[in-house]
């Protein structure tokens, strides 16, 4: 309990009363003692995760990363750079891909929130900070079994990646943009949406129609012309939205 408070490189004195000294293997046992004094130095620590908090998807930091956790993580979506190495969980640990060989050495280049990876992958960078190393274990639902796997992936893997976050870019404010480059940039996100809502993702569909019709909100049409484009656009939204939530219950009722 003391040491989960204490920081790298930190020399601290804990006091601990008998009522919460329990047998341990590191430590002699003590009889007749009010009280035990241990002089502690945290040399170095591995940040582990358990992303779903039932101990099937687990992020280890093996290497740290540039700032601070986590003001300085990709939480929203982002344009996104990393370099990965997928192994199968199997005595061999196969290595199933790396980009550094794979990919012509080239890093993989992707934009979060838009399905583009495994679900489990995606959680795991949000949480990364630039330059970190992470070991992730991964469940197949958070895997491949819910996206195109790669051949030598079998249906019902395990994997493990290591991630590498080479860096990312947050998506361009609206702020001091006129307004066609605004209505298209909102048309772009509107048609990432519409992809996803045709592959079934409906939450991530629904997150990308949201997100344009908050941003709606602050945007200020000049004229009649500008206030059509602009009355037409949110009208699809909202269709998108209405179509999504039918469809979605409609899934919900088969199943």
């Not at 601990?16 to 009889?31: C, M």
């Not at 960078?125 to 274990?137: D, F, H, N, S």
């Not at 509107?190 to 629904?206: D, I, Q, S, Y």
Request: net charge negative.
């Amino acid at each position: 309990m003391g040491m989960g408070t204490m920081t790298r490189g930190e020399k601290a004195v804990l006091y601990v009363t008998n009522q919460y000294l329990t047998q341990s293997p590191f430590i002699p046992a003590f009889e007749g003692v009010e009280e035990v004094h241990f002089e502690v130095e945290l040399v170095h620590f591995i940040q582990v995760r358990d992303m779903l908090g039932d101990g099937r998807l687990i992020k280890r930091r093996i290497h740290d990363g540039r700032g601070d956790f986590p003001m300085d993580c990709p939480l929203h979506d982002s344009l996104l750079r990393v370099h990965y190495k997928g192994m199968l969980l199997n005595e061999e640990k196969m290595v199933f891909y790396d980009t550094r060989v794979d990919n012509n050495g080239q890093p993989l280049e992707f934009s979060s929130g838009e399905g583009l990876v495994p679900e489990g992958f995606e959680m795991s960078v949000r949480l990364m900070l630039p330059g970190e190393i992470a070991l992730v274990t991964c469940p197949p639902d958070y895997a491949y079994d819910k996206f195109p796997r790669p051949a030598n992936v079998p249906e019902g893997a395990h994997v493990q990646w290591e991630i590498e976050l080479l860096g990312f870019e947050t998506p361009k404010d609206w702020t001091g943009l006129d307004f066609k480059s605004i209505m298209d940039d909102a048309e772009k996100i509107r048609g990432t949406g519409n992809r996803l809502f045709k592959e079934g993702k409906f939450e991530l569909a629904k997150a990308k129609y949201e997100k344009v019709l908050r941003e709606f909100n602050h945007v200020n049409p000049q004229d009649d012309e500008e206030g059509k484009v602009f009355s037409n656009s949110r009208n699809l939204l909202h269709l998108n939205v209405a179509c999504l939530l039918f469809e979605n219950g409609r899934m919900q009722k088969v199943h």
